[in-house]
C-alpha cells in the first residue's frame, strides 16, 4: 500500500461547482498535512497548512482532516476557471524537519 | 520580491555531459530542497540541506551531487548525465526562523531533456 493515496484525474467541473479533492494515507505518525497547488509550468505553491484534525477555512477554500480514517479533503466553493490546476497534498510528522510526503497530485479543470 | 530561482528553466543536452542547475532564495531561508517530478511517480527528494555546508541524501540521489557553500545557492550537479535523468526539477526552501519546514517556497523548475 502506498503512503499517500491521490487520484490523479483530469477533475472536470463547472465553473461555479464545489469541487472535492481528496487524499488517503496510512501513516498513522502523520501530524501536519498541506495542500499544495500546481499550475501548469509552475512549481508547487502552498496552499493551505493544518495540524491534526479539524477544519480549515481560507475564503473559497477548507481543508479537513479526518486522522481516525486516514483521510483529507480540499474543498473549493464557486469554483473559478483560475482554479484549474493539479492539487498535490503533502504530509509529515512533525512542523520540524522530516521528509515531506506527497501526494501525486489531482489535476483540476474548471470550465468557463 | 521573496522568491526562488533555478536556472536554466529548460535544458536539453547528452549523455555524459556534466551539468549545472542553479538555485537561489532571497527569502534567507536555512533549508533547501531538490525534487524532481514524474509522470505517475509525482515529486520525490533528491538532495536537502539544512543550511551551509551541511547536506543529506533524499529519497533518490544516485546520479547527482550538491554543495551548500552559500546560504542562498544551492545548485543541482549531473556529473554524467542519462537518459533517465529527464526529468522536471524543483528546487524548494523553507524556514527563516519563524516558519515551518512544511511551508515550501518552490522555483518555477527545470525541464531536463538528456539524450
Known amino acids: 500500500q502506498k503512503e499517500v493515496e491521490q487520484d490523479p484525474g483530469p477533475l472536470s467541473v463547472p465553473e461555479g461547482a464545489i469541487v472535492s479533492l481528496n487524499c488517503t494515507y496510512s501513516?498513522?505518525?502523520?501530524?501536519?498535512f498541506m495542500w499544495y497547488r500546481q499550475y501548469s509550468r509552475k512549481g508547487p505553491e502552498l496552499l493551505m497548512y493544518t495540524y491534526s484534525s479539524g477544519n480549515k477555512e481560507d475564503g473559497r477554500f477548507t481543508a479537513q482532516v479526518d486522522k481516525s480514517s486516514k483521510y483529507i479533503s480540499l474543498f473549493i466553493r464557486d469554483s473559478q476557471p483560475s482554479d484549474s490546476a493539479t492539487y498535490l497534498c503533502a504530509m509529515s510528522t512533525t512542523s520540524g524537519y522530516s521528509t515531506l510526503t506527497f501526494g501525486k497530485g489531482t489535476m483540476l479543470l474548471v470550465s468557463p | 520580491e521573496a522568491q526562488v530561482t533555478q536556472n536554466p528553466r529548460y535544458l536539453i543536452t547528452v549523455t555524459g555531459k556534466k551539468l549545472t542547475v542553479t538555485c537561489s532564495q532571497n527569502?534567507?531561508?536555512?533549508?533547501m530542497s531538490w525534487y524532481r517530478q514524474d509522470p505517475g511517480l509525482g515529486l520525490r527528494q533528491i538532495y536537502y540541506?539544512?543550511?551551509?555546508?551541511?547536506?543529506d541524501k533524499g529519497d533518490v540521489p544516485e546520479g547527482y551531487k550538491v554543495s551548500r557553500k552559500e546560504k542562498r545557492n544551492f545548485p543541482l550537479i549531473l556529473e554524467s548525465p542519462s537518459p533517465n535523468q529527464t526529468s522536471l526539477y524543483f528546487c524548494a526552501s523553507a524556514v527563516d526562523g519563524r516558519g515551518s519546514y512544511n511551508e515550501q517556497f518552490f522555483g518555477p523548475g527545470t525541464r531536463l531533456t538528456v539524450l
Open positions: 540541506s539544512m543550511n551551509v555546508e551541511v547536506t
Open positions: 501513516n498513522s505518525a502523520f501530524q501536519y
Open positions: 527569502m534567507n531561508h536555512e533549508y
